[in-house]
């Protein structure tokens, strides 16, 4: 069974703090994909970044970056010099390939950048 | 339009009454998901068309949800016999491949509230 934890409910940064945030994944698929997604207090859902299981490169756009680790199951996203705009909740993602198509998301984590 | 739209945006309804909600995908986008968002939690998985078959049903909670989809376009989600327990943001996304694991565009969401 697939599943993504994200241990971080709720976290609280002062602007222009690093901040990551960790994503935790299971799956027994050796072909699967990971997702970040960012909701703003706007309720829209914005996709930031997609990663296939074969490919390990870590990934920097901007201020964002990606920490893909298979041997930890971990996926973990970081705000570089954080921004009142990145105030948000964050879900991270599981699709396995083969596995019709059932999209898992963790529950978020709920991060504020306060000024 | 350019973006996934959904309809309503905000929805009341007495415990009991159907509702219908409409989701506009992406125009050219085979895959359309439905997903609901219960407030303060993650997103949980309802249902998935490709074109306008519904390969994967699994997540609908109950024989009191249904949706359906015309062609590659405009698909509903009813959901019969409301309880207070559906209140929740009702979102929808798109995507461009046939691909599963495709990007997904996600609309702004349906917010409905069961009295």
């Known amino acids: 069974a697939q599943k993504v934890t994200q241990a971080q409910t709720e976290i609280s940064v002062v602007e222009k703090e690093d901040v990551t945030l960790d994503c935790v994944y299971e799956?027994?698929?050796?072909?699967?994909?990971l997702f970040w997604y960012k909701q703003p207090p706007s309720g829209e859902l914005v996709f930031l970044i997609r990663?296939?299981?074969?490919?390990?490169q870590n990934e920097i756009s901007g201020r964002y970056s990606w920490n893909f680790q298979k041997s930890t199951s971990s996926f973990n996203f970081t705000i570089t010099a954080s921004q009142v705009v990145d105030s948000a909740v964050y879900f991270c993602a599981l699709s396995e390939a083969s596995y019709g198509q059932n999209f898992v998301f963790g529950p978020g984590t709920r991060l504020s950048v306060l000024p | 339009g350019a973006g996934v739209s959904q309809s309503p945006s905000n929805k009341v309804t007495e415990k009991g009454k159907d509702v219908e909600l409409r989701c506009d995908p992406i125009?050219?986008?085979?895959?359309l998901y439905w997903y609901r968002q219960r407030l303060g939690q993650g997103l949980e998985f309802l249902i998935y068309?490709?074109?306008?078959?519904?390969?994967?049903k699994s997540g609908l909670p109950s024989d009191r949800f249904s949706a359906e989809r015309t062609g590659e376009s405009v698909s509903t989600l009813t959901i019969q016999r409301t309880q207070q327990e559906d209140s929740a943001v009702y979102l929808c996304?798109?995507?461009?491949?046939?691909?599963?694991?495709?990007?997904?565009?996600f609309g702004p969401g349906t917010r409905l509230t069961v009295l």
């Open positions: 996304a798109s995507s461009s491949g046939t691909l599963l694991t495709d990007t997904q565009y």
């Open positions: 799956t027994r698929d050796t072909t699967y994909y």
């Open positions: 068309f490709q074109g306008n078959s519904a390969p994967d």
């Open positions: 990663r296939n299981s074969f490919d390990e």
């Open positions: 125009s050219g986008h085979t895959a």
